[in-house]
């Protein structure tokens, strides 16, 4: 433990004993205080800790995945050379020439080396400077179990309903009966090779190894992100199917979380939905006029619904509502995704490197293939519920558009709805797409 929580502990410890000689006084108001007051410095407690923790934890992995590697009796011991060396290595083998003799000795030292598909596997070190960019945007992988594997398949049994099968009653000096068989259920996970190529040029190919890897690393996040949001809303979308409940009001979403979902799952639950989903929720008022999403206070950036359930918003592109003539559907994704879905990672992350596959010699290019390797799975299907919000984008009801609801929608929106009633939209810029919505709608 570090000087800063060594501080924050004794400032703790200090206000709980001044609460506790506040109630003896008789003090309760000031006793009050200082109990709030305490809470917010346990908070920033664990808060503090946590960093510590994966400050920790980030200086951990740099040591143990920088082996030592002797060079002419020097020792290896920076990331700064792990980076060089395969960014060098990236390099080699879009030249196809020998490494040198220092970064040779390196990606020998190192535990990454090629994988079964003969591309370089990506050093631990990199990885997680993609993983933390990854992470850095709206990552559902920050919501889900994340579990790291070792084998490509595998199972994992659980106890269905277990905390709620109590003991029987057993007198004093009686015999213990016989439990019920416990109900188990086998969750198997088989990772699948996921991957995409990037393409470019000969000139970014000839910079240097830093900057070759800078680049590299914010296209991987940005692709490993989309892939992960991808499959885990894939499994939200087959778990809730046709089990979706319409959501017309606040106590529609009271009655999830209040009654739907079990108490358990509820303490922890959140709610997730997209932009038109935050919007729709941003504009709600009580009786009293006050709009019902709050903000966090000790996370100002943060919402909450009814105080508690914490508010995640994804761009209309990652969870997409369902848009059908005359209206759109909202997904409402509420309850814990740690407890209904495992996010399995093999933690294996590959690249190689082709100039002649597919059209690349002729447009001048070089693909980089990214591989790595994920399956996702339901673990407990009943600690979600996908709440839908229908509104009207036919306000009317007359079958047809006016230019104000065209202009009332996103771009998304439009262009859904052309999409539906077979209209071609070519334009780009909203106000040329609506005008192109109105002639094929024949006004």
Same mark, same amino acid.
């Given at each position: 433990?570090?000087?800063?929580?060594?501080?924050?502990?004794?400032?703790?410890?200090?206000?709980?004993?001044?609460?506790?000689?506040?109630? *003896?006084?008789?003090?309760?108001?000031?006793?009050?205080?200082?109990?709030?007051?305490?809470?917010?410095?346990?908070?920033?407690?664990?808060?503090?800790?946590?960093?510590?923790?994966?400050?920790?934890?980030?200086?951990?992995?740099?040591?143990?995945?920088?082996?030592?590697?002797?060079?002419?009796?020097?020792?290896?011991?920076?990331?700064?050379?792990?980076?060089?060396?395969? @960014? /060098?290595?990236?390099?080699?083998?879009?030249?196809?020439?020998?490494?040198?003799?220092?970064?040779?000795?390196? %990606? /020998?030292? %190192?535990?990454? @080396?090629?994988?079964?598909?003969?591309?370089?596997?990506?050093?631990?070190?990199?990885?997680?400077?993609?993983?933390?960019?990854? $992470?850095?945007?709206?990552?559902?992988?920050?919501?889900?179990?994340?579990?790291?594997?070792?084998?490509?398949?595998?199972?994992?049994?659980?106890?269905?309903?277990?905390? /709620? &099968?109590?003991?029987?009653?057993?007198?004093?000096? @009686?015999?213990?009966?016989?439990?019920?068989?416990?109900?188990?259920?086998?969750?198997?996970?088989?990772?699948?090779?996921?991957?995409?190529?990037?393409?470019?040029?000969?000139?970014?190919?000839?910079?240097?190894?830093?900057?070759?890897?800078?680049?590299?690393?914010?296209?991987?996040?940005?692709?490993?992100?989309?892939?992960?949001?991808?499959?885990? =809303?894939?499994?939200?979308?087959?778990?809730? *199917?046709?089990?979706?409940?319409?959501?017309?009001?606040?106590?529609?979403?009271?009655?999830?979380?209040?009654?739907?979902?079990?108490?358990?799952?509820?303490?922890?639950?959140?709610?997730?939905?997209?932009?038109?989903?935050?919007?729709?929720?941003?504009?709600?008022?009580?009786?009293?006029? $006050?709009?019902?999403?709050?903000?966090?206070?000790?996370?100002?950036?943060? $919402? $909450?619904?009814?105080?508690?359930?914490?508010?995640?918003?994804?761009?209309?592109? &990652?969870?997409?509502?369902?848009?059908?003539?005359?209206?759109?559907? =909202?997904? %409402?994704?509420?309850?814990?995704?740690?407890?209904?879905?495992?996010?399995?990672?093999?933690?294996?992350?590959?690249?190689?490197?082709?100039?002649?596959?597919?059209?690349?010699?002729?447009?001048?290019?070089?693909? =980089?293939?990214?591989?790595?390797?994920?399956?996702?799975?339901?673990?407990?299907?009943?600690?979600?519920?996908?709440?839908?919000?229908?509104?009207?984008?036919?306000?009317?009801?007359?079958?047809?558009?006016?230019?104000?609801?065209?202009?009332?929608? &996103?771009?998304?929106?439009? *262009?859904?709805?052309?999409?539906?009633?077979?209209?071609? =939209?070519?334009?780009?810029?909203?106000?040329?797409?609506?005008?192109?919505?109105?002639?094929?709608?024949?006004?």
């Amino acid at each position: 433990m570090n000087k800063e929580l060594k501080e924050l502990l004794e400032k703790i410890n200090k206000k709980k004993q001044e609460v506790k000689d506040l109630v *003896k006084a008789g003090e309760l108001d000031k006793a009050e205080e200082s109990k709030n007051e305490l809470k917010t410095l346990q908070r920033e407690f664990d808060l503090t800790f946590d960093l510590y923790e994966e400050d920790q934890k980030t200086a951990k992995d740099q040591k143990d995945n920088l082996k030592t590697a002797k060079t002419a009796g020097a020792t290896i011991d920076t990331a700064a050379k792990v980076v060089k060396a395969f @960014g /060098n290595a990236i390099k080699a083998r879009f030249t196809k020439t020998a490494l040198s003799e220092e970064d040779a000795e390196v %990606m /020998n030292a %190192m535990k990454e @080396g090629t994988d079964e598909d003969g591309g370089l596997t990506v050093p631990q070190d990199i990885r997680t400077d993609i993983i933390e960019l990854r $992470r850095a945007g709206v990552a559902l992988e920050n919501y889900v179990n994340v579990e790291h594997v070792t084998t490509n398949k595998g199972t994992r049994v659980i106890e269905v309903d277990a905390e /709620n &099968t109590p003991f029987d009653n057993v007198e004093e000096e @009686g015999e213990f009966g016989e439990e019920a068989t416990p109900q188990f259920e086998s969750i198997k996970y088989e990772i699948k090779k996921k991957g995409g190529i990037l393409k470019i040029s000969r000139e970014l190919l000839q910079d240097t190894a830093e900057k070759i890897i800078a680049y590299l690393k914010k296209w991987i996040s940005k692709k490993s992100r989309a892939t992960r949001n991808a499959l885990i =809303i894939n499994k939200i979308k087959e778990i809730t *199917k046709d089990a979706e409940i319409t959501v017309s009001n606040l106590d529609d979403l009271k009655d999830i979380f209040n009654v739907k979902l079990d108490p358990d799952i509820a303490i922890s639950s959140k709610l997730i939905t997209n932009q038109d989903g935050f919007n729709w929720l941003d504009k709600l008022k009580d009786s009293d006029g $006050r709009y019902i999403l709050q903000r966090d206070p000790s996370e100002p950036t943060k $919402r $909450r619904l009814f105080g508690e359930y914490e508010v995640v918003k994804l761009p209309n592109k &990652t969870l997409k509502s369902k848009v059908s003539s005359g209206s759109y559907v =909202i997904p %409402m994704i509420c309850g814990d995704l740690k407890e209904a879905i495992t996010l399995f990672d093999r933690e294996n992350m590959t690249i190689d490197i082709s100039d002649v596959a597919g059209d690349l010699w002729n447009k001048d290019q070089t693909g =980089i293939k990214v591989r790595e390797r994920l399956d996702c799975q339901a673990v407990d299907e009943d600690a979600i519920i996908m709440g839908e919000v229908t509104v009207k984008l036919d306000t009317d009801g007359n079958g047809k558009y006016s230019k104000e609801e065209l202009e009332a929608m &996103t771009v998304e929106q439009i *262009k859904a709805v052309a999409k539906s009633l077979s209209y071609e =939209i070519t334009k780009t810029k909203k106000d040329e797409i609506i005008t192109e919505f109105l002639t094929a709608q024949g006004e």
